[in-house]
């Protein structure tokens, strides 16, 4: 196996998946339909990766033939899947991009909660990371600069410099009031 | 702002649940004739746009009726001005492409996009209309996509290289013609798009080894900045001293060897690796010559990342089924894996260990 040159292509991403402390599947996106032909079979195999995954505390491990980088983070569990011939360590660096614009987009408030609240975007930005299996962009703030443009209801260039800078104040200061509180202060 | 999005969201659910739960297609799909309203109402058609997305990512399939019908719907949100609607619908063009029918309909709208004036749109419209082209339709798109793979946006170069290299998989005779482009795009300074020019360039060349040796001696020449891109080169390079069964003296094994001082880990690692791929499956080889490889392997097993770590360990394990005497000299190392947290890498250990180890290292 190991001898048999190893077709050198820009394929290298066969999965990305995030699932909750469940094992359950948030988003799941396999761009090898060979080894993944159907969600029977993706099911199976990320039924098994949690089993084996969610105690342990290391973010590698080899299953099936393929090699899976993972993190996890409160109740989330980010997964990027490889062949087994691929450099380890730029799986890893996939997983990072995924993982810091997820982190960047939510606001560093990473949980299933916040996820499914903005869904949306997270679906746009993992589409800006990986394009069927090819690593499209792997730096997290170019990614997030292209995709997280909720902050801002109104055009960014309808707004004064000092309406942005209370919003991001409000934001970062007082996270912890009842949104609703929030939600009234900026809208007026 | 966030904040106000979950309260509006959480009246629409009526409570906290998660919206996301329990949903039927049927019922998701009737939602979708919203899309038809005017004027349009962004954020309530984002919201069900996510959930047809949402449905497609759990696994539920939709019929090529059902599939149509919401792929029409959908092409109504092009009059919304808002970008992440937009982007959606992109996104939801690019999941109902190999399902609907007449998908070619939104062919105009998405050049008039992906030649516009709104660069957040470009990228993500050249990727959604190479997902809708086939090959008669992409001779009509032709000039633009050279275009957009010589763009000065970084964003708008990769998507053009990324979508042509997909399409090389029916339309490789029209691709082709897009070398000098490429070419171009290898001397970009952002490392994502030399990784995906040099990535097109090889795909195209791939047949012919002379140019493909070509390719590989201009770029060792050039100093890649983008790992990723150094990375292909070295596994092209592999390929050509496996098919060209050059000797020792080979100027690519000469670069591969001069990038496990490279300053990137992705870099080295990748280096290492090929060098043991390829001197162990020569058969005279001793373990001199396999020594810096080795040695930068035997630095990463230390190494506080898990990931790092297993990447040497595996390797060395490679390498231990043929030339154990080459491993002996990393026996310290591997024995401090063996209570590693990570299992695999413990497991890869001690395999390792039983084939390079001795009788003095059974006691501790």
């Known amino acids: ?188 | 702002m966030s904040s106000f999005r979950k309260d509006k969201k959480d009246e629409e659910e009526g409570g906290s649940g998660n919206p996301f739960n329990n949903l039927e297609k049927a019922s998701v799909l009737q939602e979708a004739r919203a899309f038809n309203d005017t004027p349009v109402n962004p954020r309530k058609c984002t919201q069900i746009l996510t959930k047809i997305l949402y449905l497609i990512n759990q696994g539920e399939t939709l019929g090529a009726r059902e599939a149509t019908d919401a792929f029409f719907a959908m092409t109504k949100l092009f009059q919304s001005k808002d970008v992440i609607l937009r982007r959606m619908v992109y996104l939801g063009i690019k999941e109902l492409a190999p399902i609907a029918e007449d998908v070619i309909i939104v062919t105009s709208i998405l050049t008039k996009d992906m030649t516009g004036k709104e660069d957040l749109y470009r990228p993500a419209a050249i990727r959604a209309l190479c997902a809708i082209t086939d090959t008669t339709m992409l001779q009509a798109i032709e000039r633009y996509m050279r275009q957009a793979i010589v763009d000065k946006i970084p964003a708008v170069s990769c998507a053009a290289l990324v979508s042509s290299l997909h399409m090389c998989q029916y339309s490789g005779e029209i691709v082709k013609r897009w070398v000098n482009e490429a070419q171009e795009a290898v001397n970009s300074d952002n490392i994502m798009v030399q990784y995906h020019a040099l990535g097109l360039l090889y795909h195209i060349r791939k047949s012919d080894r002379l140019a493909v040796s070509k390719l590989v001696t201009k770029c060792t020449r050039m100093v890649l900045k983008s790992p990723y891109a150094a990375c292909l080169l070295i596994r092209i390079a592999c390929r050509l001293i496996k098919e060209e069964e050059t000797g020792p003296d080979s100027p690519y094994l000469e670069f591969i060897e001069s990038c496990l001082r490279h300053k990137s880990e992705i870099v080295i690692y990748e280096a290492a690796q090929a060098l043991v791929n390829l001197k162990t499956s020569t058969s005279s080889t001793s373990s001199r010559e396999l020594g810096p490889a080795v040695s930068v392997l035997q630095l990463f097993c230390s190494s506080p990342k898990p990931t790092l770590r297993f990447a040497a360990v595996r390797t060395l394990n490679k390498v231990a089924m043929t030339n154990p005497a080459a491993v002996a000299a990393c026996n310290l190392d591997l024995e401090n894996l063996i209570t590693d947290v990570n299992r695999s890498i413990a497991t890869l250990a001690i395999t390792t260990l039983l084939k390079t180890g001795a009788e003095s290292s059974v006691d501790r």
Not at chain 1, 1 to 21: H, Q, R, W
Not at chain 1, 30 to 46: I, V
């Open chain 1, 1 to 188: 196996m190991d001898c048999a040159p190893f077709e050198p292509s820009l394929y290298i991403v066969k999965g990305i998946v995030i699932m909750d402390n469940d094992g359950n599947r948030l988003l799941a996106n396999y761009y090898d339909k060979k080894a993944f032909p159907s969600t029977k079979e993706q099911k199976a195999f990320e039924k098994n990766l949690f089993s084996k995954t969610h105690r342990a505390a290391a973010e590698i491990i080899m299953l099936d033939g393929f090699i899976c980088v993972y993190r996890s983070h409160v109740d989330l569990f980010f997964y990027i899947i490889g062949s087994a011939q691929e450099n380890e360590l730029l799986l890893m660096s996939a997983l990072n991009t995924v993982y810091d614009s997820v982190q960047q987009i939510l606001r560093k408030n990473v949980e299933k909660r916040a996820l499914i609240d903005n869904l949306d975007v997270v679906i746009l930005a993992i589409d800006e990371i990986c394009d069927r299996g090819i690593l499209l962009d792997a730096d997290a703030s170019s990614v997030v600069s292209r995709v997280a443009l909720r902050a801002d209801d109104i055009p960014i260039g309808e707004q004064t410099v000092a309406q942005v800078s209370f919003r991001n104040y409000i934001f970062w200061k007082c996270s912890s009031l009842p949104s609703a509180f929030l939600s009234r202060r900026v809208t007026c």
